[in-house]
């Protein structure tokens, strides 16, 4: 029997959380097929079966959390690894089967070997058709036993005698053979239920209407007011007349009995939730900073609606973000230390030379921030492919651990929940992140001079938060600059 051990799907794991098996005992599995999922600390990961085989036993439920190197799963791969039939194997024999048939009701006990399945012409049967052709005579079920007579082998069961004929068929007893199961019958007499039936020829009586409560309209205000059901509130005034205090009362007993919500709700908390708390905590330890500007983007806007129009884009959604994360790799270019990172270790400043570009997206499991490596060597067109596989794999929840480490640089839009801006944390590890808000129409002032008007135009403010230890404010403002200088003016990037 080979067991499958919970792997480190390569994010320096300790546990991970069990979300959903795929296969079920029994079933068989080739190299490769999808056996479990897992939730780690960053991603949804689904992992194949190293071995072909049956799947023998499921180690861990749903919903369990296990440490890495945990047996999980048992498949037996037929080779006869397994544990041996002394060591509580599940083999099952015949004699086995024989002792755990269940005996029909005053059924004979079996013969002596004389009475045998007999010898037929074209061979000798075996001891275990032997065993299985009694079974199948004396009440067995006939699928007990899977093994068929060789060929030209006929099992017979010895004959039943007159007497146990007789004694089957006997019509002078019970069906039962035990005479205690039979159970006496008596007779029941029916009564009448409900009201006679009119005379031939008489008229129904009238349907008696519900009697209606004896209420001022006050009251009657009142019992609307708190919900009360004056049919079944007893009157304490005279003549059974309703009162004030008997709806008060009434309305008081059935508060007391209301079923009341529960005031909190609680839940665990694991996987990607938990790591954002551990990661979230781990960012606030470092000196960050923050600076924003307000910009004209119509040009920008416009390049987008141009760029939903080529044919190279036919394909793919196309939206600001994908200038403004182009803008950040361009920006970056000029401004090396935004792409860096502090080893503590050393107490070395990491300049690096790639952009693996993190776009930090919120899912229901929580905030993942996959990366696109080496970002800053895409074209346009291959960094809109890149962000749409990003967005729908973390939408999906099928983010590749892969991706999730190694990121340089994060860019985060809120604008697409209707933000103006935010102030970002950051990613730890980096030294920046770059924020996106809301566009919108609005009024701006345009020209210069005696050429100043005001237009509406595309609005938008972008923000940037750093690490205050390896940016300081001027490295910090000048990135910020160049990125707006693109998205005012996309023309302009072709001097970065």
């Known amino acids: 029997m080979l067991q499958f051990r919970l792997p480190d799907p390569g994010e320096g794991l300790v546990e991970a959380e069990i979300t959903s098996w795929r296969v079920a005992v029994g079933d068989e599995v080739q190299v490769n097929d999808i056996l479990l999922e897992i939730e780690t600390a960053k991603s949804l990961v689904e992992l194949p079966s190293p071995h072909a085989g049956r799947v023998a036993r499921l180690l861990v439920a749903e919903g369990d959390t296990v440490a890495i190197g945990t047996p999980v799963i048992e498949i037996d791969d037929g080779r006869g690894n397994g544990p041996s039939p002394d060591a509580g194997s599940s083999v099952t024999t015949v004699t086995d089967l024989a002792e755990s048939a269940p005996s029909a009701p005053s059924a004979p006990t079996p013969a002596a070997p004389d009475a045998a399945p007999r010898e037929v012409e074209g061979g000798r049967s075996t001891a275990a058709e032997a065993g299985a052709a009694l079974l199948v005579g004396y009440g067995a079920r006939p699928g007990a036993v899977s093994r068929r007579p060789r060929k030209g082998v006929v099992a017979v069961p010895p004959e039943e005698t007159k007497e146990q004929v007789q004694e089957s068929y006997a ?285 509406p135009r595309y609005v938008c403010t972008v923000v940037i938060t750093f690490d205050h230890r390896l940016v300081d404010g001027e490295m910090g403002s000048k990135f910020l600059g160049d990125v707006a200088t693109i998205l005012e003016d996309p023309g302009l990037s072709l001097l970065f």
């Open 171 to 455: 019509t002078d007893r019970p069906v039962s053979r035990r005479v205690d199961e039979v159970t006496e019958t008596h007779a029941v007499t029916a009564e009448a239920a409900g009201d006679p039936l009119p005379a031939p020829g008489a008229e129904p009586p009238a349907p008696s209407l519900p009697r209606s409560p004896l209420a001022a309209p006050q009251v009657r205000r009142l019992a609307r007011d708190l919900g009360v059901d004056l049919h079944g509130v007893p009157g304490s005034g005279p003549g059974g007349v309703i009162t004030r205090e008997d709806v008060v009362a009434a309305a008081d007993a059935v508060s007391s009995v209301r079923v009341t919500r529960p005031e909190h709700e609680r839940r665990p908390l694991r996987g990607v939730r938990k790591a954002m708390v551990t990661s979230m905590t781990e960012s606030l330890r470092v000196p960050q900073a923050t600076a924003w500007v307000t910009i004209d983007v119509t040009e920008t806007m416009t390049l987008v609606e141009s760029l939903k129009g080529r044919r190279e884009f036919a394909s793919l959604r196309v939206s600001p973000l994908l200038v403004f994360a182009k803008a950040a790799c361009l920006a970056i270019a000029r401004n090396p230390e935004i792409n860096s990172s502090y080893d503590e270790a050393t107490g070395e400043i990491v300049l690096h030379r790639d952009v693996n570009l993190g776009i930090a997206a919120a899912t229901p499991r929580g905030l993942i921030v996959p990366n696109i490596k080496q970002a800053n060597e895409l074209n346009l067109v291959e960094l809109a492919q890149a962000m749409n596989r990003m967005i729908a794999v973390a939408r999906e929840g099928r983010v590749q651990p892969s991706d999730m480490v190694g990121g340089t640089f994060t860019i985060t839009n809120v604008g697409i929940f209707g933000v103006d801006a935010g102030t970002p944390i950051l990613n730890p590890g980096e030294a920046a992140i770059l924020c996106l808000g809301t566009v919108k129409r609005r009024p701006w002032l345009v020209g210069t001079g005696a050429e100043e008007r005001i237009e």
